[in-house]
Structure formats: C-alpha cells, structure tokens
C-alpha cells in the first residue's frame, strides 16, 4: 500500500512559478513509477509528466514541454513538479499518483488528495 500527500499548490499570476510535491509512504518508493496527472473543471483526468523508478525516463504532454519540470529523491520518497511560465490554462487539481514499474500510468492504482493549482491572468 502507498500513500501520496501532494503539497505545494496554490494561486499564482500568470509567468509565474510553482514547485509541487508529494511525499510517499512506504519502504518500496524506488519501485514505483511516479507522474502527475490533472483534473480540470468537466474534463477527464489526464497524464500531465511521469517518471519511471529510477528516474532515467520521463513524459510530458505536449502543452507542457519545456516549462514543467519532474523530478525525484528516492532517498527522501519524494517527487516534484517544477513548473514555471505558468498560464491560466495550467489551472487544475494536480494528483500525484504512483504504480509498478511496468506501468505507464494511465491509469494508476495509487492516487493522492490533489492540490490545487491556480493561475490567474
């Protein structure tokens, strides 16, 4: 069992930054594949960045690339979201979610809470 706390969201003007976390429980962090997916209002969850276990591979959806970073501390069971040039359009609930490392996270089997994210133009 994995337990996901997102933290780190907030209200943030346009151009602006972000760094989101989430910290996970368990003794088999550096197993799991780690992403951050979005809900935004009557849309669907979607794939926002992933990063595989050790780290050595990631994803980002297209509107994303270049301006958000991921990232993780397996020695801290944390991983991260750097994002920066932030745009209205980015406004969501950010999930941290994690699976086996077989998986590409479409859809996880561990979810956080969700933070949000804001950003106003």
């Known amino acids: 069992q994995v337990q996901l706390v997102e933290s780190g969201g907030g209200l943030v003007q346009s151009g602006g930054s972000l760094r989101l976390s989430c910290a996970a429980s368990?003794?088999?962090?550096?197993?799991?594949?780690m992403g951050w997916l979005v809900q935004a209002p009557g849309k669907e969850r979607e794939k926002v960045a992933t990063i595989n276990w050790s780290g050595a591979n990631t994803y980002y959806t297209d509107s994303v690339k270049g301006r958000f970073t991921i990232s993780r501390a397996n020695a801290k069971n944390t991983i991260y979201l750097q994002m920066n040039s932030l745009k209205p359009e980015d406004t969501a609930v950010y999930y941290c979610?994690?699976?086996?490392?077989?998986?590409?996270?479409?859809?996880?089997?561990?979810w956080g809470q969700g933070t949000q994210v804001t950003v106003s133009s």
């Open positions: 979610a994690a699976d086996g490392r077989y998986s590409d996270l479409s859809i996880p089997t561990y």
């Open positions: 368990g003794r088999t962090f550096s197993t799991y594949n």
